[in-house]
């Protein structure tokens, strides 16, 4: 059982910068990857980015590429999402999830943190 718990979000005016983090409740083999996904009042869950744990590559929806950054601490057991130059329509609640390398699916989830960005 992989138990995870973002931390991070808050207000921020636009323009500004934001790091997300989410840390495992055990040692995540290199069979894992990491996604972080959001959501915004009265809209579905949308999938931001994601980093493999073995070796960090990384994707990453087109609206955000250019301004956010999926990184990992394999030492610290946690994964990071630096957000930059953010815009009121990144407003939502943001989770890290976890899922096998080998699955489409996440298994595991986070609780959620709010970003909210003024505008």
């Known amino acids: 059982q992989v138990q995870l718990v973002e931390s991070g979000g808050g207000l921020v005016e636009a323009g500004g910068s934001l790091r997300l983090s989410c840390a495992a409740s055990?040692?995540?083999?290199?069979?894992?990857?990491m996604g972080w996904f959001r959501q915004a009042p009265g809209k579905e869950r949308e999938f931001v980015a994601t980093?493999?744990?073995?070796?960090?590559?990384?994707y990453y929806v087109n609206s955000v590429k250019g301004r956010f950054t999926a990184s990992r601490d394999n030492v610290k057991n946690t994964v990071y999402l630096q957000m930059n130059n953010l815009k009121p329509e990144d407003t939502a609640v943001y989770y890290c999830?976890?899922?096998?390398?080998?699955?489409?699916?996440?298994?595991?989830w986070g609780q959620g943190t709010q970003v909210t960005v003024s505008s």
């Open positions: 980093i493999v744990w073995n070796g960090g590559k990384t």
């Open positions: 055990l040692r995540i083999l290199s069979r894992y990857r």
């Open positions: 999830a976890a899922g096998l390398v080998t699955s489409t699916l996440y298994d595991y």
